[in-house]
C-alpha cells in the first residue's frame, strides 16, 4: 500500500497520461542513460590514459627485447653472484675510502675542521678513481666474453699501454708513498709493522674492488634489462587488468542499473493498467515497443549506451586488453541478460 502512494505521488503525471507507459519507460530509460554514462566516461578517461601508458612501455618493451637478457634458467645463480660481488665491492670501496681518510692525514696534518674536510674530500676523490681504473684494467688484460656473447672485443691496446697501465702504476705509486708517509708518522719516523700493513692494504684495497667491479660489470647490463623486462611486462599487465576491471565495472553497473530500471517500470506497470481498469480508461498497448519485453528494453538500452559511450580501440600488445567493439558488447551484455 505505501509502495503504490509512492509510486502514485512520484510518479502522478504518467497515471494521468494515456501513453504514460510509454512516456514512463523513456524516463526509465534516462535513468539508465544518466547513472551508466557519468560512470562510463570517467572509466573511459582512466582507461585511455592507461592505454597510452601501455603503449609507451610497450615501446620501451619492445627495444629492451633487442639487447642481451639472462636465460631463466641462469637468472637465479648470476642474480646471486651479482648481488655477492656487489656487496664485496661495497664493503671493500667502503673500507677503502676509510682507510684513504686515515692515510690522508699524512698530507693535512694540522687539526680543524678544514683538515677533516680536506682528508674527506682527498679520500672520496682517489676512491672513485681507482674503482673505474682497476675495472678497466682488469677489462683490457682479461678481456673475456660477455653473458651469451660469442665474439670477444678487441683488446684496445692503445687504452692498455698509454692510460690504463701508466696510470694504475702512477695510482700504486702515489699510495705506496703516501702509506709509507702516514706508517712513519705513526711509527715516529721509522718504517716498521704498521708502514708495512698500511702499504700493502692501501695498495691493494683498489686492485680487490676494481676485480669485483669488473666481475659484476660483465653480467650487470643483461641481469638490469632483465629485470626491466619483468617489471615492464608486470606494469603492463596490472594496467591491463586494471582497464579490464574498469570495463567489467562498467558491465556490472549497467546491468545493475538495467535491472533495477526494468524492475521499477513493471512495477509502474502494474499499478498504471490498475488504475487505467479503475477509472475505465482504455488499456496501453507496447507492442512493437522496447518497452514491450525485457530483452527488447536491454537491447534499447545497449544501443544507446553504445552510441553514447563509445570504448576507447584495444591497446597493443591486445592480448593483454581484450577487444571491446560494440558489436562485442552487445553479446556480452545480452548474455548477462538473458
Not at 623486462?229 to 562498467?250: D, E, P, V
Not at 513493471?266 to 487505467?276: G, L, Q, R, V
Not at 538500452?301 to 560494440?326: F, G, H
Request: glycine content about 6%.
Amino acid at each position: 500500500m505505501l509502495r503504490h502512494q509512492y509510486f502514485r505521488l512520484r510518479f502522478n503525471q504518467w497515471f494521468r497520461n494515456q501513453e504514460g507507459l510509454k512516456a514512463f519507460a523513456q524516463q526509465c530509460m534516462n535513468w539508465i542513460m544518466r547513472s551508466t554514462l557519468r560512470l562510463a566516461r570517467r572509466l573511459k578517461k582512466r582507461n585511455e590514459q592507461l592505454s597510452g601508458k601501455i603503449t609507451q612501455l610497450t615501446k620501451e618493451l619492445n627495444t629492451r627485447l633487442q639487447y642481451q637478457v639472462i636465460d631463466a634458467d641462469d637468472f637465479a645463480t648470476l642474480q646471486k653472484e651479482i648481488r655477492n660481488y656487489t656487496l664485496i665491492e661495497r664493503c671493500v670501496i667502503i673500507a677503502e675510502g676509510f682507510f684513504n681518510f686515515f692515510a690522508a692525514k699524512a698530507i693535512f696534518n694540522f687539526s680543524g675542521w678544514l683538515a677533516i674536510i680536506a682528508q674527506v674530500i682527498f679520500s672520496l676523490v682517489i676512491t672513485w678513481v681507482s674503482i673505474p681504473l682497476f675495472r678497466n684494467l682488469y677489462l683490457q688484460i682479461i678481456n673475456e666474453n660477455g653473458y651469451k656473447r660469442e665474439d670477444v672485443e678487441p683488446r684496445n691496446w692503445k687504452k692498455l699501454f698509454f692510460f690504463l697501465i701508466p696510470g694504475a702504476i702512477i695510482y700504486e705509486a702515489g699510495m705506496f708513498s703516501l702509506c709509507k708517509l702516514r706508517g712513519e708518522q705513526i711509527e715516529g719516523g721509522n718504517s716498521g709493522f704498521i708502514t708495512t700493513l698500511m702499504i700493502t692494504v692501501g695498495m691493494l684495497l683498489p686492485v680487490i674492488a676494481g676485480y669485483f667491479a669488473y666481475e659484476r660489470r660483465r653480467y650487470y647490463s643483461p641481469y638490469i634489462n632483465t629485470l626491466k623486462i619483468n617489471n615492464l611486462r608486470n606494469l603492463i599487465a596490472r594496467m591491463g587488468n586494471r582497464i579490464r576491471m574498469n570495463l567489467q565495472r562498467m558491465e556490472n553497473h549497467f546491468k545493475q542499473r538495467g535491472q533495477e530500471l526494468w524492475a521499477i517500470f513493471n512495477e509502474f506497470k502494474t499499478y498504471k493498467e490498475n488504475y487505467n481498469t479503475k477509472h475505465g480508461f482504455p488499456q496501453e498497448s507496447l507492442s512493437g515497443h522496447f518497452a514491450e519485453n525485457q530483452e527488447r528494453f536491454i537491447s534499447e538500452a545497449i544501443k544507446r549506451y553504445n552510441k553514447d559511450a563509445i570504448l576507447p580501440e584495444p591497446v597493443n600488445p591486445t592480448i593483454l586488453v581484450p577487444s571491446m567493439e560494440n558489436q562485442e558488447l552487445d553479446v556480452r551484455f545480452k548474455e548477462v541478460f538473458n
